[in-house]
């Protein structure tokens, strides 16, 4: 039997996804009839069906394979005709478009977020909860080294870097250094074996589990490459919106909010928000994942 943790503030259950900030993202996009617009995080259709509702032509992305299927079927239920969902990585999203016709659009969203399918799908890895799981991470499990590979293969140092950058952690020297000792009696293979490591660290129960959220999080931008993915998908889209189109950016990671932040600023945008849009209460009140969400949005002159 798998050793499940009850995550803080959640039930540790299964839920159907819910889009974040959907009638912000709506008013952002500035959605206009027959215009095209670029989902480019598609998930599970939530945000694209949105738009397709007000009688945009909408193209989905997504480099989940799954997100790809129940994008396809949400957007199916609507009635609507003028969408394509498409399997790709955000960092090709010039290439891609280009290729399903949607080379000059009107609107371009993404949204950084990891879907509740992925975090309560146990053998993705995605979350702590399931000890048994593979530690795997991988948004397309086709593509790239799962994280235990990657623990495994790389120095303390390096191990250190990723905890410390990308978790921001500030135990992330000790955690590299009890990682780097465990791997060496044992390879770290499943979730268990790295929360079994923090466990050893970190004595109180909110800490513990507001660090394993964090190193989760660094190994999975690690896996997937995400922020170099960003600059190259927020470079892609700058090329793909015609003058006055519009993008739309929700983060739930204070550096990829700077990243964003800083390509906004460039010369070649209009800002809307000087800071980030933020949930609401009501909506952090019925949908948890929603806390940590923030939204940019700009206007290419």
Do not use: C
């Not at 989902?39 to 009688?55: F, N, P």
């Not at 992925?118 to 702590?128: A, C, E, N, V």
């Not at 739309?248 to 550096?255: G, M, N, R, T, Y």
Request: proline share 2%.
């Amino acid at each position: 039997m798998a050793r499940v943790f009850r995550e803080v503030g959640g039930s540790g259950m299964s839920d159907k996804h819910i889009s974040v900030m959907r009638e912000e993202v709506v008013e952002g996009l500035d959605v206009q009839r027959g215009a095209k617009y670029i989902d480019a995080t598609v998930g599970s259709g939530g945000h694209a069906v949105e738009i397709a509702k007000l009688g945009a032509i909408v193209l989905g992305i997504d480099t989940d394979p799954t997100a790809v299927t129940l994008a396809r079927l949400e957007l199916t239920k609507t009635g609507v005709k003028d969408w394509k969902i498409v399997q790709g990585n955000f960092r090709d999203i010039e290439a891609i478009a280009k290729r399903e016709g949607f080379e000059r659009v009107r609107g371009i969203l993404f949204d950084l977020g990891v879907s509740s399918m992925q975090l309560d799908t146990p053998d993705r890895g995605f979350s702590y909860r399931f000890t048994d799981a593979p530690l795997d991470l991988r948004m397309n499990q086709s593509e790239g080294e799962p994280a235990a590979q990657l623990v495994n293969r790389i120095s303390e140092d390096e191990l250190y870097d990723i905890f410390s950058t990308y978790g921001e952690e500030e135990l992330a020297r000790v955690i590299a250094h009890a990682l780097y000792r465990a791997r060496s009696v044992k390879k770290i293979e499943t979730v268990g074996d790295v929360v079994e490591v923090i466990e050893n660290i970190t004595k109180d129960r909110n800490e513990r589990y507001a660090t394993l959220s964090r190193i989760f999080q660094a190994l999975r931008i690690a896996v997937n490459d995400e922020l170099q993915s960003l600059r190259q998908g927020l470079a892609g889209a700058k090329h793909l919106l015609i003058p006055g189109g519009r993008l739309v950016v929700i983060s739930f990671h204070s550096l990829e909010d700077r990243t964003v932040k800083r390509f906004m600023r460039e010369g070649e945008w209009e800002v809307i928000t000087k800071h980030p849009m933020l949930p609401t209460i009501d909506e952090t009140g019925t949908n948890r994942r929603a806390r940590s969400a923030k939204t940019r949005i700009a206007i290419r002159k």
